[in-house]
T-cell receptor, first 114, second 112 residues
Framework: EAAVTQSPRNKVTVTGGNVTLSCRQT?????MYWYRQDTGHGLRLIHYSYGAGNLQIGDVPDGYKATRTTQEDFFLLLELASPSQTSLYFC?????????????FGPGTRLTVL | QQKVQQSPESLIVPEGGMASLNCTSS?????YFWWYRQHSGKSPKMLMSIFSNGEKEEGRFTVHLNKASLHTSLHIRDSQPSDSALYLC????????????FGEGTKLTVSS
């Protein structure tokens, strides 16, 4: 099964702080995604990428930057964190876009912004 | 913006009973649906996908799709306490887009 890891698993920061969430997948998947999950909103797509150096805007991108440095690594950056960004963040990867693509999710990072 | 609506928000079924979950897309250009299951404190995992009209069965799980109404449903027969989880429906726009739009989920509790 595809392996996606995330770090840190838990993070507490203060308003205005700088946060970087890391994601690594070891299955040579082309696509990687960052989601946030909040009660009442399901999973919402922040940014995604189809390869190293590529970035696509998701549905809730405001306040977030992302960078895909290699096939394996995708980072989410919060440069001026706000309490509204307190959430559970999931990274996911998938092999291809056509057909029955399956997204494999990492274990999640719980971020608290005080 | 495309929306995926799921109902009910929560559902309680007795052990051994049938659970029925619903999902509808507001975007007529959707071509594929997925069902993901997320146990408490865990990450989502794909359960089933469907793109053709009709039904698809895998063990105790059956998925139906009506493309004309953009409605899919998931049915779990002989429900077990281990089926208690958040069930997320996702849809994709035609054209091979890599983006999935997720619904808010249905929380299923199977009471023993």
């Amino acid at each position: 099964e595809a392996a996606v890891t995330q770090s840190p698993r838990n993070k507490v920061t203060v308003t205005g702080g700088n946060v970087t969430l890391s994601c690594r997948q070891t299955n040579s998947h082309n696509y990687m995604y960052w989601y946030r999950q909040d009660t009442g909103h399901g999973l919402r797509l922040i940014h995604y990428s189809y390869g190293a150096g590529n970035l696509q805007i998701g549905d809730v991108p405001d306040g977030y930057k992302a960078t895909r440095t290699t096939q394996e690594d995708f980072f989410l950056l919060l440069e001026l964190a706000s309490p509204s960004q307190t959430s559970l963040y999931f990274c996911a990867s998938s092999e291809r876009t056509g057909g029955a693509l399956e997204q494999y999710f990492g274990p999640g990072t719980r971020l608290t912004v005080l | 913006q495309q929306k995926v609506q799921q109902s009910p928000e929560s559902l309680i079924v007795p052990e051994g009973g049938m659970a029925s979950l619903n999902c509808t897309s507001s975007d007529r250009n959707v071509d594929y649906f997925w069902w993901y299951r997320q146990h408490s404190g865990k990450s989502p995992k794909m359960l089933m996908s469907i793109f053709s009209n009709g039904e698809k069965e895998e063990g105790r799980f059956t998925v139906h799709l009506n493309k004309a109404s953009l409605h899919t449903s998931l049915h779990i027969r002989d429900s077990q306490p281990s089926d208690s989880a958040l069930y997320l429906c996702a849809a994709r726009n035609q054209g091979g887009s890599a983006k999935l739009i997720f619904g808010e989920g249905t929380k299923l509790t199977v009471s023993s």
